[in-house]
């Protein structure tokens, strides 16, 4: 392991072990019985995140290094290619403009919405799901925004087999709880709930889902994780933002940079 893998895994497990402490002491503030249980889940799960962040980069380099390395004989070498760029689209355009206007309690309605990654997060009743809302720009994915309360999203997503198997399944440990699916909703309805003008990754509370647009839109009935009133919710989306952000960019770097 080099020193430099060593030093990223560091901090990723620091960062998002301090966000994991705050939905923890959230989550258990009710019932102090579960704090125990609920830590050892977090640290499970944190643990198994960064090894596997850990090998696929390590992948990553040995194969960056082999491509490097390798020559073809009498193969001349090609001119540079001048890629102009590529314009999102107009029903991307449109979503990010509500997301980027729209205050908190403000309800919105996401049209041919990219789901990129799913992730799920231990909780004592019952885990956290998110769905990563990602745009297409110059070929290749940008999160823009979290869904939280994608319990339905993530349901329609397996029942329809478009789940796919969890990130990190090639390597030993598997990243526990992390999909990447990228599949695109018809529509998703949802509620602002941290707006982009407080310079935070916006947070959305999903409310409804349509995968596809001959399919019945369904309802989310589950309550929303930050459903308690008052300032803390808010700070613990923006916790649990910060260690979903710790765990894309580990294998993205600059995934949320928009």
Known sequence: M?????????????AAFIGSLSLTVASCIKDPGE???????????????????????????ATQAALTTRQVPNTPTPSPIEVGTISISDSDQENLREIRSAEGGENIELEKALISYVIKIPRPSSDAIYGIYAIESDGKQEGVGIIENFDCGFEILKNENLLGQPVGSETSPAISGLWKPGVHFEKIGGKIFLEWSTGTIPVITGTSYQLDKDQQTQICPKDSIFSEAGEWPKILAREAGGIIKSVLEGLQEGYFDN
């Open 2 to 14: 080099s020193a430099d893998r060593t030093i990223g895994r560091k901090q990723f497990l620091q």
């Open 35 to 61: 704090t125990t249980k609920v830590a050892e889940d977090l640290s499970r799960w944190l643990e198994a995140t960064a090894d596997a962040l850990e090998e696929r980069q390590r992948q990553l380099q």
